[in-house]
């Protein structure tokens, strides 16, 4: 066994052996509103931060589907936890792709410096000398309270009439932005996925990062970070940040789903469970549905990193369908998950029931815009009958 598979197989040990402690935290992390402590230092600890993060600032720099795959794991347990992971620590493969400075500023004392996240553009940015005056308020930033940085979107508006506005993603320090702790909702409570206000913020140019640098793969980064992981776009390792751990917790509930109903008879009618032809065909389907999202992720991982070993991007054609692939996962397990929930009756909406939490955090996932699949469904269809692609986020 070489050292680099010794070293992706001790990472699904520690992920699987996480597993029972993330699922007893599980009622303490949705009631808190926020990851506890003691997962992001056990996380810490295993090295998942790290997974895809640059080797100069310590980091293993895997393939995404090792990093997936730890995240799917983690599923099982808590989806809440493997949300965080996703978002948090994809952070750190996004860093290698800024400017090397910033790359400094974030990890030159600290190499174990996490970085929360809102890319929806609605900062406010002026330009100033050096770089740019940034405001605004941005919501969804999950891990937020467990991170000293933020990356936030925004759009650059043009200097010049004519000129295409430039939206970026802007590095801020602690600092320079303020947390509204308002996450109170009723799926993924975990996530701590609260409000990030900034007033009149200097940022300096190094420290934004361009969208079609990530579309391109060509990245200020690349400069320093020559491995292949930091030529895929940007678009396609994100959505799956926000998609994946719905896999992982529906797998973790099939066992939950076939103790509960194995031996359960209707308390009206007094049948068997086990016999109901639909209970049969929501586990059947459910199991079809893990398999079936893993195995297409990747195989079009496997896509992917084919080309950025050659140094090239993929073909527009493979990237709007792999797009599409991404958006559907949500929907597939929150169309699963639904189907397991109402063969479990009546019970399963007691919140200590095996299912309540899984079917709460897999419909929330649903919501996030990134897995709505209509819009990449419709542009996918439209490019195949020539019409122009619609996505830069690809």
Not at 273 to 290: N, R, S, T, Y
Not at 311 to 338: H, I, Q, W, Y
Request: hydrophobic share 40%.
């Amino acid at each position: 066994m070489s050292d680099k598979q010794a070293l992706i197989d001790g990472l699904y040990e520690k992920a699987r052996a996480m597993v029972p402690a993330i699922n007893a935290r599980s009622v303490e992390t949705a009631s808190m509103g926020k990851l506890p402590d003691a997962t992001i230092a056990e996380m810490q600890q295993a090295g998942f931060f790290r997974i895809m993060q640059p080797a100069r600032y310590g980091g293993m720099e895997l393939e995404p589907q090792v990093f997936f795959e730890v995240q799917m794991i983690l599923a099982e347990g808590c989806m809440s936890t493997a949300w965080v992971l996703g978002v948090v620590a994809i952070h750190n493969w996004q860093l290698g792709l800024y400017d090397d400075q910033a790359q400094q500023d974030v990890w030159g004392d600290d190499e174990s410096t996490l970085i929360s996240s809102s890319y929806m553009p609605v900062g406010k940015v002026t330009h100033v000398e050096g770089g740019y005056q940034l405001s605004g308020h941005w919501g969804f930033s999950s891990g937020s309270k467990h991170a000293d940085w933020v990356f936030l979107g925004a759009v650059i508006p043009p200097k010049n009439e004519g000129d295409t506005p430039d939206y970026r993603t802007f590095l801020l320090p602690r600092a320079d932005y303020e947390i509204v702790d308002n996450w109170n909702v009723s799926g993924l409570e975990g996530t701590g996925s609260n409000d990030i206000v900034v007033k009149d913020a200097f940022v300096p140019e190094y420290r934004t990062h361009r969208a079609i640098d990530g579309f391109q793969c060509d990245n200020p980064g690349n400069a320093v970070n020559s491995h292949y992981i930091f030529r895929l776009p940007f678009g396609q390792i994100f959505v799956r940040a926000v998609s994946s751990s719905s896999i992982g917790a529906l797998k973790g509930i099939v066992n939950s789903y076939i103790a509960v109903n194995k031996d359960r008879v209707g308390l009206n009618d007094g049948a068997k469970i086990a016999k109901d032809p639909d209970a049969q065909m929501a586990l059947a389907e459910a199991v079809a549905v893990v398999d079936e999202c893993k195995t297409i992720m990747y195989r079009n991982f496997d896509i992917m990193l084919g080309f950025a070993k050659q140094g090239v991007t993929p073909p527009m054609d493979e990237r709007v369908k792999m797009r599409f692939d991404a958006a559907l996962v949500s929907r597939k397990c929150a169309d699963a998950v639904n189907k397991l929930f109402i063969s479990c009756g009546a019970q399963g909406i007691f919140r200590d029931h095996p299912l309540n939490r899984a079917w709460l955090d897999i419909n929330a996932g649903r919501t996030h815009v990134a897995n709505n699949p209509f819009k990449f469904g419709r542009n996918l269809g439209g490019t195949m009958m020539g019409l122009e692609n619609e996505d830069t986020f690809l």
